[in-house]
C-alpha cells in the first residue's frame, strides 16, 4: 500500500473536501490530487455500473480514463517542480480506495452534483497553475482543467439519456 502523504487526510470523502478548497497547494498537496484522481477512476467505474443505458454508461467510463489521466498529470508536475516524480498507484496501492467503494443511486441530481464538482475542477486547476511556479507544471495543470470542464459535460449528457 503507498503511504498517505504526510498530513493528509485519512479518507477519500475527506481528501475531496479537503482538495477542492486549495488555490496554492503544496507537493504533500498534490500527492493527495494524484492519489483522488486516480482513485476517481474507480468511482467512475462504480458509478457506470449502476446505469443501465449503454451510452450513459461509455460517458461515465471515459471520465474515469481521464481522471486516471489527470493522476499521472498530477504527478508528473510533481517531477518538473521537485525533479522526483510521485508514483500513481494501482487501485489496489491507493490508501484511498482501502474501504469499499459505496454503491451509488444515481439519477439526475446525482449526476447534477458531480457535474458542479467537474466544471469548477477547471478553476481548481486554474489556480493550481497560477501559484506552482513552474511553467511545465503549470501546462499540466491547465490541461487537467479544461478536461474537467469535458467531464461536467459528459456528465449532463449522460443525466439526459438517463432522463430520455
Known amino acids: ?17 479537503y482538495i477542492t478548497n486549495l488555490k496554492t497547494p503544496s507537493i504533500e498537496d498534490m500527492k493527495v490530487m494524484v492519489l483522488v484522481e486516480a482513485a476517481s477512476k474507480n468511482l467512475y467505474e ?28 498530477v504527478a508528473k508536475a510533481i517531477g518538473a517542480i ?28 446525482m449526476l447534477a452534483s458531480l457535474a458542479a464538482v467537474e466544471f469548477a475542477g477547471d478553476d481548481l486547476y486554474g489556480a493550481w497553475a497560477e501559484h506552482c511556479g513552474n511553467a511545465d507544471a503549470a501546462a499540466l495543470f491547465r490541461l487537467n482543467g479544461r478536461e474537467e470542464i469535458g467531464h461536467g459535460e459528459r456528465l449532463q449528457q449522460a443525466s439526459a439519456l438517463l432522463a430520455a
Not at 500500500?1 to 473536501?17: D, R
Not at 458509478?47 to 454508461?57: G, M, Y
Open 1 to 17: 500500500m503507498q503511504p498517505l502523504p504526510q498530513g493528509a487526510p485519512a479518507t477519500l470523502t475527506e481528501a475531496f473536501g
Open 46 to 73: 462504480a458509478i457506470a455500473e449502476a446505469v443501465s443505458d449503454p451510452q450513459a454508461k461509455a460517458l461515465l467510463q471515459a471520465n474515469g480514463r481521464e481522471e486516471l489521466a489527470h493522476a499521472h498529470r
Open 82 to 109: 521537485t525533479g522526483t516524480d510521485y508514483p500513481v498507484p494501482s487501485p489496489e496501492e491507493n490508501p484511498y480506495l482501502e474501504a469499499p467503494l459505496p454503491t451509488y443511486t444515481v439519477n439526475k441530481a
